[in-house]
């Protein structure tokens, strides 16, 4: 059973289209978050969503938009996609707040051409 | 905010060897953690650390949480060619507080 799942694992797309990258998790966790890896590899947070709130939104551009339907599933929307936004983007999940380790899913390369 | 310096950025050895890495940070931290990440997969945790000096083991790998409470190290021994990875630690000023990363130990091992 994978603990967090992400969809898809690769996505390769042009300049100025939308996608969204989907994510579950069946740890019954109350916390989900999205990460953002760089090409230099360093793990910067995006957004965190607690019982499908958001709690954390950290200086993203407007054009990401996460979206949380319920507590095991946070899905990530991006609008107008730019070079710049080719990077590996993780979910990950935590039991209550950052009361826990993350547990992370395996990644979704995004590729911006 | 606090930052985290986590060295050496970058490690080639041959198997067999032992390994250190450690990481810094500029403000006290109350948990540490360590994660390993193989290629194409997100990071697995390795080891957590709660307690300032700490010292706590996962096979070949011994995880230690420093006394000043503002540095971990991460020692594996004996490595083999499925040690390589990115290792990342990851700290928490409070509990519940959000965490930060390292820049994280690119290792390599030759057979």
């Known amino acids: 059973d994978t603990a967090v799942s992400q969809t898809p694992k690769y996505l390769v797309t042009q300049m100025g289209n939308d996608k969204s990258i989907k994510c579950e998790q069946n740890l019954g966790h109350d916390t989900m978050y999205w990460y953002k890896q760089d090409s230099k590899k360093f793990l910067k947070i995006m957004f965190s969503?607690?019982?499908?709130?958001?709690?954390i939104n950290e200086t993203v551009p407007n054009r990401f938009s996460p979206k949380s339907p319920d507590k095991a599933h946070l899905n990530l929307h991006i609008n107008s996609l730019e070079l710049g936004d080719s990077a590996v983007y993780f979910c990950a999940s935590s039991q209550d707040g950052f009361l826990g380790p993350l547990h992370f899913g395996n990644g979704t390369r995004l590729t911006v051409t | 905010g606090q930052q985290l310096n986590q060295s050496p950025q970058s490690m080639f050895i041959q198997e067999g060897e032992d390994v250190s890495m450690n990481c810094t940070s500029s403000?006290?931290?109350?948990?540490w953690l360590w994660y390993k990440q193989d290629p194409g997969e997100g990071p697995v945790l390795l080891i957590a650390l709660y307690k300032a000096g700490e010292l706590t083991s996962n096979g070949r790998l011994t995880a230690q949480f420093g006394i000043t409470r503002k540095d971990s190290f991460l020692n594996i021994s004996a490595s083999i060619p499925s040690d390589v990875g990115i290792y990342f630690c990851a700290g928490q000023e409070t509990s519940g507080s959000r965490l930060t990363f390292g820049e994280g130990t690119q290792l390599t091992v030759n057979p």
């Open positions: 969503y607690n019982n499908k709130e958001l709690i």
């Open positions: 403000s006290i931290f109350n948990t």
